[in-house]
């Protein structure tokens, strides 16, 4: 602004208003550093004497708490523990047991078996005996000895995860490849197939329970092996067939072990007995005093009569 000649300032006196270069050198700090200060002041300021207290009174009260907590947890965690054990134990022991005794009575029944074979062998004769023999060789009712083919079957190693280093699962034998196998064994001319021990029948079934399977309901563990009797040309044979070229397809991608060997006297045990059921002869229907044979059948207003077939009824 510029002064007039009366007022008594000059050319000099002007007033400029604080420019932005101005003002930015001259409070160089945003504001909001000098709020942060005045609040960090505050907070360090000290708490009253009873506040201070009262906080440290709670987490004492909280930590004991806890502290009681957990060893109240791990009491009885000790407690049920041996319980727990001798339970297990008992379990164990149980099962033991009852493997023992299947073991006893499954050679008592084997001595049983051969005994009643030669007291039916004396009181046939020599011809009707060895007819007997050969029929329950054919049905699995008679132990076997001869050549033939054993196929070995086992689950692929354990396996992590190379990212998790979780365990992935190996790839496992499952009940239909048994089956498969057997099936394509008895196509190729078997006369004879035991898995691990458990002779098959013409009755005998392969199927799982859960994890499990079993033959005949009895359960079998790998490494699984499927031996047959047979002539010289079923391994050939066998090679040939759909469950050989499965396997092997599945053993390279997932690592299950499977593979195909020729044995020389085979000695495969007898079944059990079957336990056989016999047809019973139906009751015959009571004819009518009349003696024609005449159904009843509901209708819509109770029952009526109507012609059998043999009556010329529709």
Do not use: C
Request: hydrophobic share 35%; no cysteine; net charge positive.
């Amino acid at each position: 602004m510029t002064g007039t000649p009366g007022d008594g300032r000059g050319r000099g006196d002007r007033v400029y208003a604080p420019d932005f270069l101005t003002e930015l050198f001259r409070n160089p700090l945003d504001p909001g550093y000098a709020d942060a200060a005045v609040r960090r002041r505050e907070r360090q300021t000290p708490s009253p004497r009873w506040r201070r207290w009262s906080a440290r009174s709670v987490t004492v009260v909280v930590a004991l708490l806890l502290g009681f907590l957990f060893a109240v947890a791990y009491r009885q965690t000790l407690e049920a523990e041996p319980g727990r054990s001798q339970a297990r134990s008992g379990l164990v022991e149980q099962i033991k047991q009852r493997e023992t005794e299947t073991d006893r009575l499954s050679v008592r029944a084997d001595e049983l078996r051969a005994e009643v074979a030669r007291q039916r062998a004396a009181a046939l004769g020599g011809s009707e005996a060895a007819r007997l023999h050969n029929l329950e060789a054919g049905t699995g009712l008679g132990r076997v000895r001869g050549d033939g083919v054993v196929v070995r079957l086992a689950d692929a190693p354990q396996n992590q995860d190379a990212v998790t280093g979780a365990d992935v699962g190996p790839s496992r034998v499952i009940y239909s490849d048994l089956q498969g196998v057997a099936n394509d064994l008895w196509a190729a001319g078997a006369e004879a197939i035991a898995i691990n021990g458990q002779r098959l029948t013409a009755m005998s079934t392969i199927r799982s329970a859960g994890q499990a399977i079993l033959v005949d309901f009895r359960p079998v563990t790998g490494p699984y092996e499927v031996s047959a009797i047979g002539p010289g040309s079923m391994r050939d044979r066998y090679e040939d067939s759909r469950s050989a070229l499965t396997m092997r397809k599945v053993a390279e991608d997932t690592g299950l072990s499977f593979g195909v060997r020729e044995a020389e006297d085979l000695t495969l045990p007898a079944a059990p007995d079957p336990r056989l059921r016999y047809a019973q002869p139906s009751v015959s229907p009571t004819p009518s005093p009349s003696g024609a044979h005449r159904s009843v059948s509901p209708g819509p207003t109770g029952s009526r009569t109507s012609p059998s077939p043999s009556g010329g009824g529709r």
